[in-house]
């Protein structure tokens, strides 16, 4: 899948890089209207699922409603807004997303509880984000034990939705090990990271480096 960015002033649960990238993209004048309008078309040459990702204040500020209906309108699968808390969704948020069939994906850590993990299971259709760490989004080396029996613990639940691990992912390593027990793994500051040396030329030998 792709997961498509929405820039935010405060984007709290991204680290630097990615910071770095939402603000140059604010500068040079992008709104949610425009993300809207450069992918209205998207889906005449993009077929495979397509995930936006952001905080709730743009959106808010939009109109959930609208802001729904116009990702329906364009193709979107789902969304990725961290900062919406699961109780706000379920009692004023879901019936609008499933209206327009929208997943919304909830993000759990290492400190989530079992009963909290279970309830978020629950309520999703889609995947379950595992933030590999506590921490802000950002390129790791590798990932030590705490990491892997993390993994191995949420795999050992049985949760009917699958895992997509993100947080640190940035290489063959990385992407393996978050891989032995999840179904995938999400790439943001490593790939911002590689566009800004590389450029697009960069992509295809990127993503074959993490795959091997």
């Known amino acids: 899948m792709i997961e498509i960015g929405l820039p935010f002033s405060d984007p709290l649960a ?6 770095a990238s939402s603000t140059q993209a604010l500068k040079n004048g992008m709104t949610t209207q425009f993300l809207f309008e450069q992918l209205k078309d998207i889906r005449k040459t993009v077929s495979i699922p397509l995930i ?6 743009p959106v808010l500020q939009y109109g959930v409603d609208a802001f729904c209906a116009k990702c329906e309108e364009i193709g979107i699968d789902g969304l990725i807004l961290p900062d919406l808390p699961l109780s706000e969704y379920k009692e004023h948020y879901q019936l609008i997303f499933e209206k327009h069939n929208l997943l919304n994906t909830f993000l759990i850590t290492p400190q989530t509880s079992e009963p909290r993990i279970r309830e978020i299971d629950a309520v999703s259709n889609g995947f379950i984000y ?3 760490s506590a921490s802000t989004t950002g390129a790791k080396s590798t990932f ?5 029996d993390y993994f191995n613990r949420i795999a050992s639940m049985e949760l009917q939705n699958p895992q997509i691990v993100g947080f640190g992912i940035s290489n063959k390593e990385t992407f393996k090990t978050a891989t032995k027990t999840t179904r995938g ?3 943001g500051s490593a790939f911002i990271k590689m566009l800004s040396a590389e450029g697009l030329r960069g992509i295809g ?8």
């Open 14 to 19: 991204d680290g630097p890089t990615i910071q």
């Open 52 to 57: 936006i990702m952001g905080y709730f204040n």
């Open 130 to 132: 595992m933030v590999s």
């Open 144 to 148: 030590g034990n705490d990491q892997t």
């Open 185 to 187: 793994a999400i790439i």
């Open 205 to 212: 030998n990127f993503i074959k480096s993490i795959r091997g």
